[in-house]
């Protein structure tokens, strides 16, 4: 997905396992958390982000070595500083997939991009 500004992916983080966090230009910090609800169904997703604030966040999920497809999910803010939402992504055939969540920022006028990557099809 596009954006003003484009994080580096972060390195060394299981999101699939555990949250994960990214510090912003300027100051601040997002931290994002994908719960699976169910084997091959809903997953949960959340972002927090402080130190500044977002005025949209969204998620666009893509496989990165299988082309699935983008699916962007909005998240709705469901307290200061903290937006949820819920998808369920496609299950490859194989069994593992390689992931990248890109959270998208909207902080004043400039669109953030942060990506994270995970598996999915590995529990």
Same mark, same amino acid.
């Given at each position: 997905?596009? /954006?003003?500004?484009?994080?580096? @992916?972060?390195?060394?983080?299981?999101? +699939?396992?555990? /949250?994960?966090?990214?510090?912003?230009?300027?100051?601040?910090? &997002?931290?994002?958390?994908?719960?699976?609800?169910?084997?091959?169904?809903?997953? =949960?997703?959340?972002?927090? &982000?402080?130190?500044?604030?977002?005025?949209?966040?969204?998620?666009? #999920?893509?496989?990165?070595?299988?082309?699935?497809?983008? +699916?962007?999910?909005?998240?709705?803010?469901?307290?200061?500083? *903290? #937006?949820?939402?819920?998808?369920? @992504?496609?299950?490859?055939? !194989?069994?593992?997939?390689?992931?990248?969540? !890109?959270?998208? @920022?909207?902080?004043? =006028?400039?669109?953030?991009?942060?990506? #994270? *990557?995970?598996?999915?099809?590995?529990?």
């Amino acid at each position: 997905p596009r /954006a003003d500004v484009a994080l580096p @992916l972060v390195e060394g983080c299981h999101l +699939h396992r555990q /949250a994960c966090a990214s510090p912003l230009p300027g100051g601040g910090r &997002v931290e994002v958390a994908l719960e699976s609800m169910a084997a091959a169904g809903p997953m =949960r997703v959340t972002v927090s &982000v402080t130190g500044v604030q977002a005025d949209r966040v969204k998620v666009g #999920f893509q496989g990165v070595e299988m082309n699935m497809g983008l +699916h962007v999910l909005p998240l709705a803010a469901v307290d200061e500083g *903290r #937006f949820a939402g819920e998808t369920t @992504l496609p299950v490859c055939a !194989t069994g593992r997939m390689i992931w990248q969540a !890109t959270v998208l @920022l909207e902080i004043g =006028r400039k669109d953030i991009s942060v990506p #994270f *990557r995970f598996e999915s099809g590995h529990e």
